[in-house]
């Protein structure tokens, strides 16, 4: 009889399995009576908290450990994470290499196991994401497996990304992305721009800049509407207005506010320029440019000085202001040099080949 998952019901380790149980199966939560799987959250590096957060707040999700858990049940739920990259679903076996997974009875497993991924996502194709995929082991089980869950393998963009990874207590864990595209790659993005944020770290600034039902929300460059979008759907604020100097980025955010279904005003209008009232905002939420894709290091020696001074006029004296920057040093350096903000860091996170810091600040 299957057991239920109690929390110190671990996954079958190496040479705890009982014989003939080669790999790890699904249990059968008590409280629902549902059977659980295992699953796996990849997040971006440095939203590793955020994720942990949030999925605490996903009802049933158990034996959380890290970005580890059991779930019961429909995993529809666990494709509405925002902080995340991916949701995998995860089974060990009890192999000492990849080439044990070509055995008979672990790839009669291992087709089950991908054909409830499949039969939940709807995967097209398939590809294999593991270290050494070019290798004989490797090309023989992506082989097995294409004529096994009839499915194409296209190494390159194949929609269920399997991946292979050894487990610290043992055996290997299989990994296979439960939807076809990574969960970052939002329903509401009909719009892509050069430099558009990575929606999960969207998510995150405004998680850690906190939402409160009275904030008066201003984000200047506002670019292909990232953080409006993502701010608007995560619940009751005040007022919600982007700008952006750029018509086309103006246009691009309202397309991607149109497609989630969200009424927010953008206008095309330089943020250090808007003729807007002294303390006009609570809250102001800025991408700024990182000089790179988008402007240039010497205009941001004059950019960011200027905003740091009008975004001081326009919030109130209680206001935050959440900034998402690459220029580091620049923008510390300005910190250091002026008397008016309180800053703290909130996050460094991977994005992209950079490593961009969220801060928050506070008037002085
Ligand atoms: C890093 S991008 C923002 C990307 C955005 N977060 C997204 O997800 O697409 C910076 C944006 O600032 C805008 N920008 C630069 N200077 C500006 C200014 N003075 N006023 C308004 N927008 C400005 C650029 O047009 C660009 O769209």
Known sequence: MPRSPARSDRPAQRGQAPSGRKASRPKT???????????????????????ATELEAVPLARDIRGLRFWFPGDPQRLTRLRSAVATYRVRNWDVPRPRGLLGHQQLGELTEFLHSVVAFGGHASFRLGAAGKESTVMQRLAEELEERLNLPHKPEDGELLIRLRPQEQGGWDVLARITPRPLTARPWRVCNMTGGLNASIAYATHKLAGQRDIDRIFNPMSGSGTLL?????????DALVGVDIDPKAVECSRSNLKAAGREVEVAMVDALHTGLPARSFDLVVADLPWGDAIGTHGGNEVLYPAFLTEMHRLTS????VAVITHEIRLFERLLRDQSKWHAHELLQVYSGGHWPKVYLLTKR
């Open 29 to 51: 939560d008590h409280r629902t009576r549902q059977p659980a799987n295992e699953y796996e959250l990849e997040v971006l590096s440095g939203l590793e908290r955020v994720a």
């Open 229 to 237: 979008v993502e701010r608007a759907l995560m619940g009751p604020y």
């Open 317 to 320: 004296r209680q206001g935050r």
